[in-house]
Each structure stands twice: as C-alpha cells, then as structure tokens.
Nanobody, 115 residues
Framework: QVQLVESGGGLVQPGGSLRLSCAAS????RHWYMRWVRQAPGKQRE???????????NYPDSVKGRFTISRDNAKNTVYLQMNSLKPEDTGVYYC?????????WGQGTQVTVSS
C-alpha cells in the first residue's frame, strides 16, 4: 500500500524558511520521480518542485532560486527546502508520485507565510 506522509509545515514570516519532508512507503522509492505540488486558497494545484530518480531537479520560475528539492533514498524521503518565503507561497503542500497509471498524494501540510 502506497503511503506518502508530509510534515514540516507551519506559520513563518516573509523572508523566512521552512523544510518540508515526505516519508514514502509501499513502493521502490529510489526508482521513481517525485513531486511537490501546492494549492493556494481558491487556486488550482501547481507544481513547485520535482526530482528524478537520478537526482535531476526541475522548478517553475516562481520558486527557482528559493526552493530546493532533494531526496534520501536510504530513508525513502523527499525534502523541500524553502527559503526567502513570500506570502504568495501560502498554501497546502502535497507530496506526489505517479506510479504507472496511479497518482498518489499525501494528506498535505499547511504553509502560511504572514507577518
């Protein structure tokens, strides 16, 4: 059974940092492409970071240079380091993996950037 469990969200002031973690189980984590996706209030989900099994990463322009995705295959965990946070980064952050035809999501972790 595939499980993705996010942690690390919270309330932070603009300019601050947070580190999100996603613990994965139920599949061979090291072989799969992992993503962090966020959903702001009233908006559609958007990709914020992705990492391939070999470590190649991809970011949209909105977070490039501020967010860093990484993975620890020994711990079956993917991380999202978020620096220089802005109010527009507020939202629920989800960990995601697409395994063949099945799309799996964690329960999400809330990130609120506010003074």
């Amino acid at each position: 059974q595939v499980q993705l469990v996010e942690s690390g969200g919270g309330l932070v002031q603009p300019g601050g940092s947070l580190r999100l973690s996603c613990a994965a189980s139920g599949f061979q984590f090291r072989h799969w492409y992992m993503r962090w996706v966020r959903q702001a209030p009233g908006k559609q989900r958007e990709l914020v970071a992705a990492i391939f099994s070999g470590g190649y990463t991809n970011y949209p322009d909105s977070v490039k240079g501020r967010f860093t995705i990484s993975r620890d295959n020994a711990k079956n965990t993917v991380y999202l380091q978020m620096n220089s946070l802005k109010p527009e980064d507020t939202g629920v952050y989800y960990c995601n993996v697409l395994l063949l035809a099945n799309n799996y999501w964690g329960q999400g972790t809330q990130v609120t950037v506010s003074s």
